[in-house]
């Protein structure tokens, strides 16, 4: 079982930034598929950026997204970060963080259903 909590959200004006962490806790994993995923209203959940915590060639972003964000993880203290410049409105949503055991070392596609831990998820709202 894998625990994940998230922090960071708050607002922020177009072409701010923000660093959104989750902290994983409760499992024995050597390496994990991490992520973040996020909802906006009336929109369905989409994937944002993910890795795998023992691969740097495993990054995966977003069209939306890439060079803009970036996805890093600490594995002194199990936690995951999402590095958000250039904030758009558009960016505005709830922002999830994801975890699953990597298949055969592998991370997958970012589909929702491919993940199978989510935290409780953290708000995001840009301003124009």
């Known amino acids: 079982q894998v625990q994940l909590v998230e922090a960071g959200g708050g607002s922020v004006q177009a072409g701010g930034s923000l660093r959104l962490s989750c902290a994983a806790s409760g499992y024995t994993y050597s390496s994990l598929c991490m992520g973040w995923f996020r909802q906006a209203p009336g929109k369905e959940r989409e994937g944002v950026a993910s890795?795998?915590?023992?691969?740097?060639?495993?990054?995966d972003y977003a069209d939306s997204v890439r060079g803009r964000f970036t996805i890093s993880h600490d594995n002194a203290n199990n936690t995951l970060y999402l590095q958000m410049n250039s904030l758009k409105p558009e960016d505005t949503a709830i922002y999830y963080c994801?975890?699953?055991?990597?298949?055969?070392?592998?991370?997958?596609?970012?589909?929702?259903?491919?993940?199978?831990?989510w935290g409780q998820g953290t708000q995001v709202t840009v301003s124009s």
């Open positions: 994801v975890a699953r055991r990597p298949t055969a070392g592998l991370c997958p596609v970012m589909y929702p259903k491919n993940f199978n831990y």
């Open positions: 890795m795998h915590t023992s691969s740097s060639s495993q990054e």
